[in-house]
């Protein structure tokens, strides 16, 4: 080995008040992006398997398939940024490591051998980067030998042509594996490509929004745009266009119109609105807007390049503000904000959060496209709808109140999955406070009911919220859009819940309306955001509001949810609030309002964004047989650039009006009963 191959593979150790290089980058045209990509393979290098077929990065955690298939997914998946980097013309040092990988892997007789792939095998996935990388970058298939090519074929096209896959985004890996094949002569199925594509497309719902999966699956998340879907349709339309021109120019029709719905889940500052499963990706969840380039897709009004290119390069700038989301030795970890097992999906590797390098794809873009030669342009607030219904994923997104905020009803994932109510099921999601996830299934501190209605039957141990929706539906009421959704916790409680968005009266505030049926005696518990709890000095747990300091909680954190401890609750007409980063709250807006307001202090590491939360909560316990309304007002208030803390608390003495539609409902159901 040369020294300068023994100081590549030296490895990154981060220190107590260490930066990442990742951190370090001025992020501002095409050559800085790839320094980025760079500062993210780098570290990975002491990771390799001696013979390079496989990467180890620190973890150890267990996942739902072999850990055979982890350590592919730690080679495979770098291979996104890397091929980006390759097939745009740049240059990497340890191009030649991740050859040599892919030899090693893909040879039966090799110690390394990856191994053939089984029905609904990890592997699959991986093939998809791996047949990418085939693709556009010519010294993988150029560095083979002939016995060599025969072993790819057989790994890589052969074998997952003869297996069973999942009913779901993963089709299209397939379509890949056989693509990367086809590109560089080798044995592919084109039968397989077209028998997936049209499948793929039956999964189509219109306006460029597809179900990650068949009829009767309403789940539209990440995947259905920068993780999986519209991705791979773009990078299909780039790469098979010539030869496929009539589905190219469907899959890039498609992208236009996504393309101005996908933009709302983004704010100002770059943040993406952590919404759905596999957020740990991260800046993946941007990766659309440099796949809309790499497949020179004609742009949709409002957008430009320049507001394209803002909005990638952006979200990469605000994932350089997170530096607790990498390890020791400088690799990406498990988490969002922050290294986080309560949020990880089954199938979350400590390799997995390296398809984040998607975000490269920008890379492949050449660099006298508009997308690099455009002057960057800010978020196109003032040419967007500052609230607007979002049909196919069931939601309202609002540009008020100085975060990116969806409404939620009516997606749920298709299988068992840890949190998936929090994930899918909560009424609303912040691009500044993000969702929690339970720790645990035991009191509310563990069930950290963010945005979400719990109700136990059990006197508060248990807590069933929100997950399936019998109905689910976008309404007008007074022009404006608001959701309805009709579930049941218990078989015997049926819940109707309004969600309605903020107004330009009071932009802080959102409504959220339950009317509950109780065939059982439930206790409830309505939470708001969940917000930093921690003071700015010396990060102790957040005490009563001080006005000098512009922070503290009203009322006080007791650290369980007692409401018998008077200073730990309020009248819910009063409500509580929590002022750190922000503020958030919740107040009760009913009649003679029968719920107490107190603060939820969260199980650390609950949250995605922030590790100890704390959230405001109204509280009360609804009698066997009876019929009740709840009308709460959620207050958010973000910490933003230019914002005085003083301020956090402006708009919490005008609280939101309940509009004529819902009072002239109340008045009918009030009479009837």
């Given at each position: 080995?040369?020294?300068?191959?023994?100081?590549?593979?030296?490895?990154?150790?981060?220190?107590?008040?260490?930066?990442?290089?990742?951190?370090?980058?001025?992020?501002?045209?095409?050559?800085?992006?790839?320094?980025?990509?760079?500062?993210?393979?780098?570290?990975?290098?002491?990771?390799?398997?001696?013979?390079?077929?496989?990467?180890?990065?620190?973890?150890?955690?267990?996942?739902?398939?072999?850990?055979?298939?982890?350590?592919?997914?730690?080679?495979?998946?770098?291979?996104?940024?890397?091929?980006?980097?390759?097939?745009?013309?740049?240059?990497?040092?340890?191009?030649?490591?991740?050859?040599?990988?892919?030899?090693?892997?893909?040879?039966?007789?090799?110690?390394?051998?990856?191994?053939?792939?089984?029905?609904?095998?990890?592997?699959?996935?991986?093939?998809?980067?791996?047949?990418?990388?085939?693709?556009?970058?010519?010294?993988?298939?150029?560095?083979?030998?002939?016995?060599?090519?025969?072993?790819?074929?057989?790994?890589?096209?052969?074998?997952?042509?003869?297996?069973?896959?999942?009913?779901?985004?993963?089709?299209?890996?397939?379509?890949?594996?056989?693509?990367?094949l086809k590109k560089n002569g080798g044995k592919y199925s084109q039968e397989k490509?077209?028998?997936?594509?049209?499948?793929?497309?039956?999964?189509?719902?219109?306006?460029?929004?597809?179900?990650?999966?068949?009829?009767?699956?309403?789940?539209?998340?990440?995947?259905?745009?920068?993780?999986?879907?519209?991705?791979?349709?773009?990078?299909?339309?780039?790469?098979?266009?010539?030869?496929?021109?009539?589905?190219?120019?469907?899959?890039?029709?498609?992208?236009?119109?996504?393309?101005?719905?996908?933009?709302?889940?983004?704010?100002?500052?770059?943040?993406?609105?952590?919404?759905?499963?596999?957020?740990?990706?991260?800046?993946?969840?941007?990766?659309?807007?440099?796949?809309?380039?790499?497949?020179?897709?004609?742009?949709?009004?409002?957008?430009?390049?320049?507001?394209?290119?803002?909005?990638?390069?952006?979200?990469?700038?605000?994932?350089?503000?997170?530096?607790?989301?990498?390890?020791?030795?400088?690799?990406?970890?498990?988490?969002?904000?922050?290294?986080?097992?309560?949020?990880?999906?089954?199938?979350?590797?400590?390799?997995?959060?390296?398809?984040?390098?998607?975000?490269?794809?920008?890379?492949?873009?050449?660099?006298?496209?508009?997308?690099?030669?455009?002057?960057?342009?800010?978020?196109?607030?003032?040419?967007?709808?500052?609230?607007k219904a979002l049909k196919h994923p069931g939601h309202i997104i609002s540009y008020?109140?100085?975060?990116?905020?969806?409404?939620?009803?009516?997606?749920?994932?298709?299988?068992?999955?840890?949190?998936?109510?929090?994930?899918?099921?909560?009424?609303?999601?912040?691009?500044?406070?993000?969702?929690?996830?339970?720790?645990?299934?035991?009191?509310?501190?563990?069930?950290?009911?963010?945005?979400?209605?719990?109700?136990?039957?059990?006197?508060?141990?248990?807590?069933?919220?929100?997950?399936?929706?019998?109905?689910?539906?976008?309404?007008?009421?007074?022009?404006?859009?608001?959701?309805?959704?009709?579930?049941?916790?218990?078989?015997?409680?049926?819940?109707?819940?309004?969600?309605?968005?903020?107004?330009?009266?009071?932009?802080?505030?959102?409504?959220?309306?339950?009317?509950?049926?109780?065939?059982?005696?439930?206790?409830?518990?309505?939470?708001?955001?969940?917000?930093?709890?921690?003071?700015?000095?010396?990060?102790?747990?957040?005490?009563?509001?001080?006005?000098?300091?512009?922070?503290?909680?009203?009322?006080?954190?007791?650290?369980?949810?007692?409401?018998?401890?008077?200073?730990?609750?309020?009248?819910?007409?009063?409500?509580?609030?929590?002022?750190?980063?922000?503020?958030?709250?919740?107040?009760?807006?009913?009649?003679?309002?029968?719920?107490?307001?107190?603060?939820?202090?969260?199980?650390?590491?609950?949250?995605?964004?922030?590790?100890?939360?704390?959230?405001?909560?109204?509280?009360?316990?609804?009698?066997?047989?009876?019929?009740?309304?709840?009308?709460?007002?959620?207050?958010?208030?973000?910490?933003?650039?230019?914002?005085?803390?003083?301020?956090?608390?402006?708009?919490?003495?005008?609280?939101?009006?309940?509009?004529?539609?819902?009072?002239?409902?109340?008045?009918?159901?009030?009479?009837?009963?």
């Open positions: 080995m040369g020294s300068s191959t023994r100081e590549a593979a030296q490895q990154l150790v981060l220190g107590y008040s260490d930066k990442h290089p990742f951190s370090k980058i001025n992020i501002t045209d095409r050559a800085s992006v790839q320094g980025l990509l760079k500062t993210v393979l780098d570290p990975l290098k002491p990771h390799f398997s001696p013979l390079k077929a496989t990467i180890r990065v620190p973890g150890g955690t267990a996942v739902r398939f072999d850990y055979k298939a982890a350590e592919i997914e730690g080679i495979c998946r770098p291979m996104w940024g890397l091929a980006g980097l390759l097939g745009g013309g740049g240059e990497y040092d340890g191009t030649s490591w991740f050859v040599e990988g892919l030899k090693a892997g893909t040879d039966p007789e090799s110690p390394e051998f990856w191994g053939w792939p089984r029905d609904n095998d990890q592997r699959m996935v991986e093939m998809c980067p791996l047949g990418f990388t085939l693709a556009v970058a010519p010294v993988f298939w150029d560095s083979l030998n002939e016995k060599e090519r025969v072993n790819v074929e057989n790994w890589l096209g052969n074998s997952i042509n003869e297996k069973n896959m999942p009913n779901t985004n993963w089709l299209w890996f397939r379509v890949f594996a056989n693509l990367g490509i077209e028998q997936d594509i049209i499948h793929l497309n039956s999964f189509f719902r219109g306006d460029g929004w597809s179900n990650d999966g068949p009829e009767g699956i309403w789940q539209q998340d990440y995947y259905s745009g920068s993780f999986a879907i519209q991705f791979l349709q773009l990078l299909y339309a780039k790469l098979a266009g010539d030869d496929d021109p009539v589905k190219a120019a469907e899959f890039k029709k498609r992208a236009q119109d996504y393309a101005t719905d996908f933009i709302h889940y983004f704010d100002e500052e770059g943040r993406a609105t952590p919404f759905g499963r596999s957020v740990g990706y991260r800046f993946a969840m941007a990766g659309f807007w440099g796949a809309l380039a790499y497949a020179d897709v004609e742009l949709p009004a409002p957008l430009t390049w320049g507001i394209v290119k803002g909005l990638l390069l952006r979200n990469l700038r605000w994932w350089q503000t997170q530096e607790d989301i990498w390890s020791p030795t400088g690799t990406l970890t498990i988490g969002y904000c922050f290294p986080n097992m309560y949020m990880a999906e089954n199938y979350n590797s400590p390799m997995s959060p390296m398809w984040a390098c998607l975000a490269f794809i920008c890379l492949a873009v050449p660099q006298d496209h508009p997308f690099w030669t455009s002057k960057e342009e800010p978020y196109p607030t003032h040419l967007l709808q500052k609230v008020l109140g100085g975060h990116r905020m969806v409404l939620s009803s009516g997606q749920a994932c298709s299988y068992p999955m840890k949190g998936t109510h929090a994930k899918y099921g909560s009424f609303a999601y912040s691009s500044a406070y993000g969702y929690s996830v339970p720790t645990g299934c035991f009191t509310l501190e563990q069930f950290a009911l963010a945005s979400q209605l719990g109700l136990s039957d059990d006197s508060g141990e248990f807590w069933k919220t929100r997950r399936l929706c019998e109905e689910a539906s976008i309404e007008t009421k007074d022009f404006l859009p608001v959701l309805k959704s009709i579930w049941k916790p218990f078989p015997d409680v049926t819940i109707k819940t309004y969600l309605i968005p903020p107004v330009e009266a009071t932009p802080n505030w959102h409504l959220r309306v339950h009317k509950i049926e109780a065939g059982r005696e439930v206790m409830t518990a309505d939470g708001a955001f969940a917000i930093c709890n921690e003071t700015k000095l010396d990060r102790r747990y957040l005490d009563l509001y001080n006005p000098k300091t512009a922070e503290g909680t009203l009322p006080k954190i007791i650290g369980n949810y007692d409401l018998n401890t008077p200073e730990g609750s309020s009248p819910g007409s009063v409500g509580s609030f929590a002022v750190s980063k922000g503020a958030v709250g919740i107040v009760a807006l009913e009649d003679s309002s029968p719920r107490t307001a107190m603060l939820v202090n969260a199980d650390p590491n609950s949250n995605l964004v922030e590790a100890r939360t704390v959230i405001p909560t109204l509280q009360h316990t609804i009698l066997k047989g009876k019929t009740v309304w709840y009308i709460a007002a959620i207050y958010a208030k973000p910490l933003k650039e230019g914002v005085e803390p003083s301020s956090y608390l402006d708009g919490w003495e005008s609280k939101p009006v309940i509009p004529g539609w819902l009072k002239q409902e109340l008045s009918t159901a009030w009479k009837s009963s």
